[in-house]
């Protein structure tokens, strides 16, 4: 792929804004294609959004530039584009599968407006089978558009480090020559990432990360097991979390020491409240349902899935417990609404779930995040309290929950924690010492660390 090449991101969410701003950056014309009137609006002014470190100072010059143009119309951009990477959302269904209507529209406002010899690029994480699907509608269209499945792997409030400093970029398709043309797009984005990460504001990294090519099926495949793979790793250290619980271990010294077998590896091996977010729920149940839709039944991920679900639960229910059985009329502080921490996204937020369980134990449920607390609103119950800062969410409360790893909570001093009143410390995340928690004057209640 030239310099010179147009790209077309369609979607501008975590991964088509990050992707749009990072190809304008590598020296490509970027139109980025965005139907919600709010979000362009913002994007159109220099900001994104959502939070994550580093993408206002890459998305502002790139729009002044007039290197990034967002828009509304696929008839503005799609006729002179080379290529065009979908980044659409796939939803989850009610049944646990993947929606995609967006996809498939997608693909067919695309066809109506290619030029021939176009390359359509599925980065959205779809369905094992869903390219040959996108294959068939262009050939009913009768146009020359060449498909590639090139999923995204990168994380939220690392996006931009994830994309630059990339472990592998994997493509897939029955076009070599389009799925070279693909990964040269990375390559070109490879050769300028030291300078961007400068201007980011974000560390560089020395990493030779893999391109790896494939069949179209194959790559469609491999971020839905790699997500899947990540969540039983959580899954699985939660399990023995519990069991860690009932044993008197401490489930951080036995990830530690698993974790050292190279082939185990530590990574993910954390035990806590559980995963979240818009990937780990979705994928795990959408390759659940797409193993079903061919035949297969997943019973180990059904059983990572359930694991996870409980988590929440079972946190409240040691804090339960601790308060003398009943949580009733008592004051409780959730710090974290964020499914993670770097990121204001709180979809399937443990964090969430926590107050919400809490409040329908007739809990009086303070919470606060440092950048979610607008975008929990939605999702919290309407009892739920929301407050501008540490200091005022843990206002003379009976208990603490850290649901989120924030610096801020895992910084505040635990003496500080400890003046506002509350006699208990849940540490839903297992990032603090259980002796330095008991010795500001709580009970520590942590998730495997009896």
């Known amino acids: 792929m030239k310099r010179e090449s147009t790209i077309t991101v369609l ?56 290197r990034l143009i967002p828009t509304d119309n696929y008839a503005v951009c799609i006729p002179e584009s080379d290529i065009v990477f979908s980044c659409v959302g796939t939803p989850d269904n009610p049944d646990g599968s993947s929606n995609l209507s967006y996809v498939f529209s997608a693909a067919e406002q695309t066809a109506t407006h290619a030029k021939p010899g176009l390359i359509y690029v599925q980065k959205s994480t779809v369905p094992v089978g869903t390219g040959e ?35 592998r970029v994997v493509a897939g398709g029955t076009n070599t020559k389009a799925v070279q043309s693909v990964l040269d797009v990375y390559h070109q984005l490879e050769s300028r990432r030291d300078d961007i990460a400068d201007l980011a504001g974000i560390d560089r ?45 401490d489930i951080n010294q036995v990830m530690d020491a698993v974790g050292a077998d190279p082939r ?78 770097g990121t204001s996204d709180v979809r399937k937020s443990p964090g969430i779930k926590m107050c919400n369980l809490l409040h329908n134990h007739g809990t009086i449920v303070t919470a606060y995040d440092p950048q979610a607390n607008e975008e929990a609103r939605e999702d919290l119950d309407k009892g739920v309290m929301l407050h501008g800062t540490i200091d005022s969410a843990i206002k003379d409360v009976d208990a603490i929950i850290i649901a989120t790893d924030w610096p801020e909570f895992l910084h505040y001093p635990l003496d500080d924690y400890r003046s506002n009143h509350a006699i208990i410390f849940v540490d839903a995340v297992n990032r603090f010492s259980p002796t330095e928690v008991k010795t500001a004057g709580f009970t520590y209640i942590g998730v495997g660390r009896s």
Do not use: W
């Open 11 to 66: 979607g501008a969410g975590y991964v088509g804004l990050t992707s749009a701003v990072l190809f304008a950056h590598a020296g490509y014309k970027v139109y980025l294609v965005e139907p919600l009137e709010k979000r362009l609006k913002i994007i159109k002014s220099g900001k994104s959004f959502f939070y994550e470190k580093g993408i206002n100072e890459l998305l502002e010059p790139a729009i002044n530039d007039k």
């Open 205 to 249: 990294v020395k990493q030779t990360g893999q391109y790896i090519a494939t069949t179209r099926n194959s790559a469609e495949l491999v971020k839905v097991a790699s997500n899947a793979f990540l969540a039983l790793k959580i899954s699985f250290a939660n399990s023995i979390a519990k069991l860690a619980d009932a044993a008197d271990a």
């Open 264 to 341: 185990i590896g530590r990574a993910f091996l954390n035990a806590g409240r559980g995963y979240g977010g818009g990937c780990f729920p979705k994928d795990v149940s959408g390759l659940i349902s797409s193993a079903l839709s061919y035949g297969v039944d997943l019973e180990i991920m059904q059983e990572a899935q359930n694991e996870n679900d409980s988590m929440p639960g079972y946190i409240i229910g040691k804090l339960e417990n601790a308060i003398n059985g009943s949580l009733e009329g008592k004051r409780i502080a959730v710090l974290g609404l964020a499914f993670k921490a």
């Open 133 to 167: 699907k996108i294959e068939q509608l262009f050939v009913e269209k009768k146009v020359d558009v060449s498909y590639v499945s090139n999923p995204e792997f990168l994380r939220e409030s690392t996006a931009i480090n994830d994309t630059l400093y990339f472990d």
